[in-house]
């Protein structure tokens, strides 16, 4: 299959081996991975904050960047960004009263899935041939519970992975508080839920964090590093990724120093 890789601007900017990581994993299982060189942001955040006018020129530039016969489908390491473009990019276009873009928009957006989506439904596989010799706890991001409802296929990966113990996060549906521009705007709030968040993550045991989206990864990392629990995060491409030949122990640039 040939795959279109969506990076998102957040692994462009700040997390890239996110979206290395699903390069590697899905060569490796056989597929041809394209990187359309046109991409940018996907317009998440402008719409999330009601800049509807200004999220216009950023979905109509990734329809173009996207819209292609070339290829079968598009991939995102992101929950939320995936989210923008199958719930958000036609209202947009619709709202501007650009019906064509609108139309164009859902076509590209019944292509696009988050990797897991990808992975479980579209590919028909959960033992990616992963190693990972870690203790782990999964964090189910809100965007791809809630918006993308992709339930436990993560957890479905997750246990496939050789060397791996997986183990459960209390109250793992619950907010970690992150929320994009709701961390800015409603910080006390979103300090209180990662302090819950971060309270049940080190309740486990667990040597590392994982989710499929790297902003909730930041926020949580960020908390984790600053009470020094020695907990790290690891996004869950990167565990995919890993093999017991590369023997890699990945993890986020805000993993904290042991």
């Known amino acids: 299959m040939k795959i ?21 994993l899905l060569e490796r299982l056989g597929h041809e991975v394209v990187f359309p060189q046109g991409q940018t942001c996907c317009g998440q955040m402008h719409v999330n904050t009601g800049y509807f006018a200004e999220a216009l020129p950023l979905v109509r530039n990734h329809v173009e960047a996207f819209e292609s016969a070339s290829w079968d489908v598009a991939v995102a390491p992101s929950g939320s960004c995936v989210g923008s473009v199958r719930h958000q990019h036609g209202m947009i276009a619709r709202r501007a009263g650009d019906d064509a873009l609108a139309e164009r928009a859902t076509e590209l957006a019944n292509r696009t899935y988050e990797l897991s989506e990808l992975l479980v439904d579209v590919l028909g ?53 992150f929320g994009g521009t709701f961390a800015l705007k409603n910080s006390e709030v979103s300090t209180a839920m990662l302090a819950d968040k971060m309270r049940n993550v080190t309740a486990t045991g667990a040597e590392m964090c994982t989710a499929g989206d790297s902003s909730c990864l930041m926020h949580i990392a960020g908390g984790l590093s600053r009470l020094r629990t020695g907990v790290g995060t690891v996004h869950l491409a990167q565990i995919l990724a890993s093999t017991q030949a590369t023997n890699e122990h990945p993890v986020s640039r805000a993993e904290v120093a042991r």
């Open 125 to 177: 596989v959960t033992d990616v041939g992963a190693y990972y010799p870690h203790r782990v706890t999964y964090h189910p991001t809100c965007h791809s519970l809630r918006m993308l409802r992709v339930g436990d296929k993560p957890l479905q990966l997750l246990r496939e992975v050789r060397g791996m113990t997986l183990v459960e996060l209390p109250e793992a549906d619950s907010c970690c508080g």
């Open 4 to 24: 279109a890789l969506f990076a998102t601007c957040l692994a462009d900017a700040l997390f890239p081996e996110s979206a290395k990581a699903t390069v590697r």
